[in-house]
């Protein structure tokens, strides 16, 4: 098995996203040791923003196109992806929605003709699902009951990964993060209690808990 671990924070493995992130991979790495993970660091600003030669490629499909730049670079991306059998990602909520770093990823891996087609009806994802697992935290509370913020991250990413193919995404989250130690040890809690629930459940072999 490949997990694909990306960490999309500013604050690498400082990060609460990327602690939640390395709990659910140490969870995976549970049910089966043998696993190979291949960490992505792009919370640094690791991989730039797309360039005008990529931009004209997804804009004509008869466009003369210059495989350097980003293009090969979103080959390489999207083979890491491909290769994967599980995605986890660990990332922040920045204004509502995915760091600025984790968007960049996706311009490269959301590719007509290559990762999608459009099609009369709409985008067609070119990917074999798989599960995507998504780390997040945020400063203040972004779900249920207690939200006091609108949501444009969780949907954001059904959506787009959607079009590629990939529909089984499952979401955990540490949120709350400004509202004082307190308040962080209880939403962690109440994450790792979320987590354990997942990997008991029969998808699992082991039936050990897997949280810390
Ligand atoms: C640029 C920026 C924008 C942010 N926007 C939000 C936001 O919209 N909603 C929120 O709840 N927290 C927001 N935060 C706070 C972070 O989500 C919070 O600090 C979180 O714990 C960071 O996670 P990390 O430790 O994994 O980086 C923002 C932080 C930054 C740096």
Not at 19 to 25: G, H, K, Q, S
Not at 148 to 164: E, H, M, N
Request: hydrophobic letters at 40%.
């Amino acid at each position: 098995m490949n997990i694909l671990h990306l960490s999309c924070s500013p604050r690498g493995q400082a990060a609460e996203s990327y602690r939640l992130a390395r709990t659910i991979v140490d969870c995976l790495l549970k049910d089966v040791p043998e696993a190979i993970v291949v960490d992505r660091s792009l919370g640094e600003g690791g991989i730039s923003h797309v360039d005008g030669n990529y931009a004209m490629a997804q804009h004509d499909a008869a466009a003369q196109i210059n495989q350097e730049g980003t293009v090969s670079r979103s080959e390489v991306l999207i083979r890491e992806l491909e290769v994967s059998d599980v995605l986890v990602i660990g990332t922040p909520m920045h204004n509502l929605s995915v760091p600025s770093a984790l968007k960049a990823w996706i311009d490269h891996v959301v590719r007509a003709r290559r990762t999608f087609n459009v099609t009369s009806s709409g985008k067609v994802g070119l990917l074999s699902d798989r599960p995507v697992f998504i780390a997040i935290a945020s400063g203040g509370v972004f779900s249920g009951e207690r939200a006091r913020q609108p949501d444009f991250l969780t949907p954001y990413l059904k959506v787009v990964f959607g079009s590629i193919g990939l529909r089984d995404l499952r979401f955990f989250s540490v949120e709350g993060t400004g509202h004082g130690p307190e308040a962080v040890n209880e939403a962690r809690a109440r994450a790792e209690r979320a987590l354990q629930e997942h990997f008991s459940s029969a998808e699992f072999g082991t039936r050990s808990r897997c949280a810390h």
